[in-house]
Structures are given as structure tokens and as C-alpha cells.
């Protein structure tokens, strides 16, 4: 793919960076055979994985616990035309050790929806992939 100074490949820390300045992002796994995309909160954990927070019986849970998704986040700017979307590749697994649910209640995402039964969801961040575009301008 070729770089210019308008468009760049970012490198795995570069991508963690960004991905903690955002507080929502997408989840892209399958529902019913489907592709399916979930704008949820989020946060990083210690380990550069991906935690929500969320319904344990949620369709959502029983649709990505146990396979592998991919999670989404961006900043963009329309007037300058410029800004970064990075992907984290990895299996979705909800957090079933007493001590790290525990832990994660006090540092992880809170939900921005009302939560029956919380659950806290990991994506591993098994393959991190992103790009940064500033100030591309086209012509025609």
C-alpha cells in the first residue's frame, strides 16, 4: 500500500494510543449468519484488550462469548479532512475469574445503558491494524 504524508499505516502502540482516547466504538461480529455491527463504550485494559460492559444475557454476549470479532474505533474531522480508525482482531470471551471481574468493576468500562446482571466482555487484541489520513485533499 503506498504511504504519502497524507496517508500512513500506524504501528500496534500507536494504535493503543488512539484507541484510549475515545470512549465508544463498534463491535463487527455475526448475528443469525449475518454481519452485524454494535456501537458500544468501552475501555483498554492492562493488557491491550478490549473491555465492554454489558447484560449477561444480552443477544449480544451469547452472540460473540467464545469467537473471534472485530472491534472498531475512529476520530474523524469532515473540515480538515483528516483523522485515524484502528481495528482489534481477536476472540470475544466474557470474564468469568471472580478476582478480575472484581478488579474491573472499579477500572473498566461502565455501560452508558442500563445493566441487568453485568458482564464484562474481553477482545483479545490479537491482531491490531491501523491508519491515519491528514488533510487529504482530492480533485477531479
Known amino acids: 500500500m503506498l504511504e504519502n504524508d497524507a ?3 500506524l504501528d500496534r502502540q500507536e494504535c493503543l494510543r488512539l484507541l ?5 466504538g463498534r463491535v463487527v461480529y455475526t448475528r443469525q449468519a449475518l454481519p452485524a455491527v454494535l456501537p ?18 444480552s443477544d449480544l454476549v451469547h452472540a460473540i462469548n ?13 473540515a480538515t479532512q483528516s483523522g485515524w480508525s484502528v481495528v482489534v ?9 471472580p478476582a478480575d471481574h ?13 445493566v441487568r446482571d453485568g458482564v464484562f466482555v474481553r477482545v483479545e487484541s490479537e491482531l491490531v491494524t491501523g491508519r491515519e489520513i491528514k488533510g487529504a485533499h482530492t480533485t477531479r
Do not use: C, H, I
Request: glycine letters at 4%.
Open 89 to 97: 482482531t481477536g476472540r470475544a470471551t466474557v470474564v468469568t475469574d
Open 20 to 24: 484510549a482516547k475515545v470512549p465508544v
Open 40 to 57: 458500544v463504550n468501552y475501555s483498554l485494559d492492562e493488557d491491550a484488550s478490549v473491555l465492554l460492559y454489558t447484560s449477561a444475557d
Open 7 to 9: 496517508f500512513r499505516t
Open 102 to 114: 472484581e478488579r474491573l468493576s472499579r477500572t473498566g468500562p461502565q455501560s452508558w445503558m442500563p
Open 66 to 78: 467464545g469467537v473471534v470479532v472485530a472491534f472498531e474505533a475512529d476520530e474523524f474531522s469532515a
